[in-house]
């Protein structure tokens, strides 16, 4: 399966995702991933930056409103569409345009850093796809990106419940068994079910790498590794969502930060 045959996949989730996403049904997007994504991000004020894979383009607002010069980009044209409409209604200075990972429509050295969130585990080759964005980061320019954490988001995972029926473990396998497109059908679980009923379920094509795949990858690239982070939910965000506590038995994301180095490549 290739990057715009994935894109097809989002072209058809697109509208019903779109529609959950803006009535707050991502929950643990909007209550315990993006708040740590952006915690952990470094100042964009003023900086040039590449959002990749935005979708309808919820996170890139939010780094527009940090002050940063957006450009987004996503292989799915509704969701382009869906992202420019908010624009238009709400001026944030954001260009959006429709474009694949695998083949930045950018010059050389073009940004000063690069976001993606939960994007890179849905293109085929997230190797080539960091080698892209590693060539329109200018030196010294960082690319922040989350995804699936690869080591709870394999093949076989099963929540585990103690007798109250709370989560106390996750059982996970296949860890090794790469799965190249086989698409995956799910919905927004915190949506009512009227609310699903009235949606076809996603279908997300799967590519599981591992997670020595994705540091190798990313070091391929030509990055440096500068850290990674897992959002773990605090006490006052349990207090909050006592839902979120299946996040404090596994990761559910990983982030990881990467910089191009201003030094010459040996
Ligand atoms: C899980 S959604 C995340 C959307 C958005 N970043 C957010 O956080 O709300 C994954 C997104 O990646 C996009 N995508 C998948 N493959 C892509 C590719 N090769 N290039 C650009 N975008 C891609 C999909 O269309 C979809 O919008």
Redesign the pocket.
């Given at each position: 399966m290739n990057?715009h045959e994935?894109?097809e996949y989002?072209?058809r989730n697109?509208p019903a995702w779109t529609t959950l996403?803006r009535a707050g049904y991502?929950v643990y997007?909007d209550l315990l991933n993006t708040p740590a994504f952006f915690a952990w991000l470094p100042p964009v004020a003023g900086l040039a930056g590449l959002?990749?894979?935005?979708?309808?383009g919820?996170?890139t607002r939010l780094l527009a409103r940090q002050g940063a010069h957006v450009t987004a980009?996503?292989?799915?044209p509704v969701?382009v569409e869906a992202a420019q409409q908010a624009e238009t209604a709400e001026p944030l200075d954001i260009r959006y345009l429709v474009?694949?990972?695998?083949a930045l429509p950018f010059a050389a050295e073009t940004f000063d850093f690069a976001t993606?969130?939960?994007?890179l585990m849905?293109?085929p080759d997230p190797a080539l796809?960091l080698r892209e964005t590693f060539r329109v980061l200018r030196p010294d320019g960082f690319l922040q990106f989350s995804i699936s954490h690869p080591c709870f988001t394999t093949p076989h995972r099963q929540n585990l419940r103690d007798a109250q029926g709370r989560p106390y473990a996750v059982e996970v396998g296949g860890y090794f068994d790469y799965q190249h497109g086989q698409p995956e059908e799910w919905i927004f679980g915190a949506a009512p079910f009227r609310e699903q009923a009235r949606h076809a379920p996603f279908r997300v094509p799967v590519f599981n790498l591992t997670l020595s795949q994705w540091v190798a990858a990313v070091v391929a690239a030509g990055f440096v590794l500068e850290g990674l982070q897992e959002p773990c939910p605090t006490d006052e965000q349990l207090a909050a969502h006592p839902f979120l506590r299946k996040a404090r038995v596994v990761p559910y994301f990983l982030h990881l930060r990467c910089r191009k180095s201003g030094l010459p490549q040996v």
């Open positions: 990057d994935v894109g989002w072209n697109a996403v991502d997007r959002d990749i894979g935005c979708g309808e919820y996170n980009l996503d292989i799915a969701f474009g694949s990972a695998a993606s969130f939960m994007c849905d293109v796809a």
